[in-house]
């Protein structure tokens, strides 16, 4: 399975709050290969606790939903290109409490705004676009990333083929979409 650790900045995004975050970080990884077409691409989208390690091996760790990421798993890697970024306002290399504030050369912190679900979706949305893709495939998620996939429906409909806000419980039980 192809494995890509990656980042990615934009200029700005303005929160549902009004504040304007500026030189955004978003750290992501994907797994499997986009097709020409750019039409086989399934965002995973991770619970609060989560990060954009979904699946493989880093740092000696399998990813959060190994057992349903990769060649012939439910999100079959060997058909799709599966993308999962970790969310704004988390501490795993997207823009968040400690990321450097530009406006004071310090980490935010306690500074940092609230964020909305909302927030974290249009900030997908920007990754999805810089990677040239027009539409998704799916959108998955449990939890947070559950309520982030309900988000991206009725945010970006035309931008989701089918979206699939599951139960914890459902990764050991899933078919193959």
Known sequence: MVVSKQKVQF???TLDNGVTL???DVAFQTYGRLNDARTNAILV????SGDAHAAGVEDGKPGWWDDMIGPGKGFDTDKYFV????VLGGCRGTTGPGS????TGAPFAMKFPVITIGDMVRLQKKLIDSLGIKRLLAVAGGSMGGM?????VAAF???VAAAIPIASTWRHSAQQI
């Open 11 to 13: 200029p700005s995004l």
């Open 22 to 24: 500026t030189n955004l």
């Open 45 to 48: 989208l991770h619970a609060f």
């Open 83 to 86: 993308i999962c970024s970790n």
């Open 100 to 103: 450097i504030d530009p406006s």
């Open 148 to 152: 982030q996939v309900l988000e991206w």
């Open 157 to 159: 409909p035309d931008a």
